[in-house]
């Protein structure tokens, strides 16, 4: 689809307003994907899957791959960790696991071949710097054997690291092993914030991390914090924003703490009396949005900000900008293939995910086939109200007739319901319908998700949403573990 670059007007400052988020904040999907995955169904299986990439093949158009590698394993448990993930010191378990691995990375190799060009890598966890270097080596090796990766300078190749599990020694081995974009998970500056989530990672180590990354020539260092944790206030929250932007990092993401306990075991060790209320933590969101747009971050939406000549910024300010399950990216037209235990793929009009544990993702392996799980195939209505979210979610705004243009549709006739339902959002001062935009308003933006959810056809109530809640099953670039649903406080 041809993409109406957005107004200037579009990509203003965000424009946080106490009032409007207390009053109409709600439960709502991230939207890195639409449908989002618990709308995935066990009816979705494997052929399904090959179906989806032969479609890839006979639509014309060679894109190029977004590759995502999922290391599951982690030394220590984070106690606000909602993501899947297996703790253990028992490094032997991950040496069973690369074997596996490797085998459905030949698998999809083969199943790409001819059009398995690699732009865009990215490799989360869990920890993926659990493996050793030597481990990391010989997946790398693997990788390229079966995938044909672009050059250093056209390609993004991530790695989430744990600043505790690296020396700069490390982090030089990952830039020569072809990484060029690293993010780092932080969480939180204050000693007592970070006793009380089980994650003490001291100043010299998270510090030390970015100053070997900038000599290593990592391109892009990317920062995560969590702001609602237990023992946080306004006045740590500055102290860490302080130090982060002293750190200068290219991007910077901050998520809502969402404690979710009955769902998340390890969430069961955080006593609700030390969490910040919510008014605390509407303070110390607004903290976090004036300290950084003051410090000269661009707002790109969903809890992440970017220096503006971060590519982030520049493909936001070109229109380019996409959004799925590795974040924010400006690949928008990449196939993205996901390898790993629960790794969740975007291949055509398909999502696609892996088996959730190890004995069923190795029992599918040792059957010869793809361990695909569950999965859902996109109809013509969801890959139309997936580009609208897409557009709302990337660029603030969206272009009515350049959508007629591609879909053969009246948007006013369609989207009528909806469009009532914005109607109500432009009182609110979220939106500004037009004859030929619908535009997010600077103070919108911090509720995109509400107005998003307005053209979800699978959400039919509060209800439905708080009910639909469920983890994300691996977490990809830029985010720390999470709930799949969150609210904005």
Known sequence: MSVAIPHESAISAVRFDPDLV?????????????????????AFRVGDYLQSVSNVRTRGARNSLSLYVHIPFCENLCYYCACNKIVTKNRSKAETYLTYLKREIEMQGKLFAGLNRVEQLHFGGGTPTYLSDTQMEDLMAHLRRHFQFADDQTGEYSI?????????????????????????????????????????????????????????????????????LPKQSEATMAQTLAKVIQASPDRISI?????????????????????????????????????????????????????????????????????????????????????GVSAISA???????????????????????????????????????????????????????????????????????????????????????GSDWITVTPAGRLLVRNICMVFDRYLTSRTAVAQAIEPESHILVQAPPRPRYSQTI
């Open 160 to 228: 989430e690291i744990d600043p505790r599990t690296v020396d700069a020694e490390r982090i030089h081995s990952l830039r020569r092993q072809g990484f060029n974009r690293i993010s780092l998970g932080v969480q939180d500056f204050d000693p007592e914030v970070q006793k009380a989530v089980n994650r003490v990672q001291s100043d010299e180590q998270t510090l030390g991390a970015i100053a070997a990354s900038r000599e290593a020539g990592f391109r892009s260092i990317s920062i995560d914090l969590i702001y609602g």
């Open 347 to 433: 291949v055509g009009a398909s999502y696609s995910q892996n088996e959730k544990t190890l004995d069923a993702y190795y029992e599918r392996i040792e059957m010869g086939e793809l361990p695909v799980a569950r999965g859902i195939a996109l109809s013509s209505d969801d890959l139309l109200r997936r580009i609208i979210i897409q557009m709302l979610m990337c660029n603030f705004e969206l272009s009515i007739s350049a959508l007629e243009l591609v879909h053969p549709i009246t948007f006013e006739d369609y989207f009528a319901p909806e469009l009532q339902r914005l109607r109500q959002m432009e009182k609110d001062g979220l939106v500004a319908i």
């Open 255 to 339: 998520y809502n703490y969402a404690h979710l306990p009955h769902l998340f075991k390890a969430q069961r060790r955080i006593a609700d009396h030390v969490l910040p209320d919510p008014e605390t933590k509407l303070r110390m969101l607004a903290l976090c949005i004036d300290r950084l747009t003051a410090a000269g971050y661009v707002y790109i939406g969903m809890d992440h900000f970017a220096k503006p000549t971060d590519d982030l910024a520049v493909a936001q300010r070109q229109g380019r900008l996409h959004r799925n399950f590795q974040g924010y990216s400006t690949h928008a037209e990449a196939d993205m293939v996901s390898v």
């Open 22 to 42: 207390r009053r109409l904040s709600q439960l709502g999907p991230r939207y890195t994907s639409y449908p989002t995955a618990d709308r995935f169904t066990e």
